[in-house]
């Protein structure tokens, strides 16, 4: 099963205005990534927190990670049309070797 | 740089028909490989991965089977197709100078009729 389950599930905003995804998950984690699908295309990596980290950024992505509440948010600070995609957290489970878990996206469409 | 090709691009095939998919890769060597499936709308299953030539664990049973005859060659087969095959298949190996994280192919688009 999905150990990664992201909400909300379909995200519509305007350009230029900031947009929230989160994610939670069950077990420990050594860390959590967060990647980007265009439409029909491959995975992208964007971000990645450890399992002691509480917030890190990244241009205009912010991600936070509070493992007492096991959930992580992806924060895309003034949003472009060209940010339209699907958005996957994946956790990597502490004692989970290199495989990696992936949630169920969130589908962002950023409008003109 | 490294590189991962995946072929087809696209594939349409009949119910009961075989499979192979390929996916080579570039400017790694032993990298550790895996196969997803994702479902239309859906997130990421993994299905096998491979840590080395001959080497494959199955993540779920199911229709499909994985080998690896090369290095840096990934193979996904089928001997028989069914319906809930279709799907979108992609192909990743981790990246360099993180192998934390992911580096995808541009995936297959398996349709099953």
């Known amino acids: 099963s999905q150990q990664g389950e992201e909400d909300p599930q379909a995200l519509s905003i305007q350009e230029g205005e900031n947009a929230t995804m989160n994610c939670s998950y069950k077990?420990?984690?050594?860390?959590l990534q967060w990647y980007r699908q265009n439409s029909g295309r491959g995975l992208v990596h964007l971000i990645l927190?450890?399992?002691?980290?509480r917030e890190k950024h990244s241009g205009r992505l912010r991600v936070t990670l509070d493992t007492s509440k096991k959930s992580s948010s992806l924060l895309i600070t003034a949003s472009r049309a060209a940010d339209t995609a699907s958005y996957f957290c994946?956790?990597?489970?502490?004692?989970?070797?290199?495989?990696?878990?992936f949630g169920t996206g969130t589908q962002l469409k950023v409008e003109l | 740089s490294q590189t991962i090709h995946q072929w087809p691009a696209t594939l349409v095939q009949p119910v009961g028909s075989p499979l192979s998919l390929e996916c080579t890769v570039e400017g790694t060597s032993n990298p550790n490989l895996y196969w997803y499936r994702q479902a239309a709308g859906r997130g990421l299953q993994l299905l096998f991965y491979s840590v080395g030539i001959g080497q494959i664990s199955s993540e779920v049973p199911q229709n499909l089977s994985a080998s690896r005859p090369q290095d840096r060659q990934f193979i996904l087969s089928s001997k028989k197709l069914l319906l809930s095959d279709s799907g979108f298949y992609l192909c990743?190996?981790?990246?360099?100078?993180?192998?934390?994280?992911?580096?995808f192919g541009p995936g297959t688009r398996l349709t099953v009729l």
């Open positions: 994946a956790t990597r489970p502490t004692g989970g070797g290199n495989k990696l878990t």
């Open positions: 990743a190996f981790p990246r360099e100078g993180n192998a934390d994280t992911q580096y």
């Open positions: 077990t420990s984690i050594n860390n």
């Open positions: 927190i450890r399992s002691n980290e």
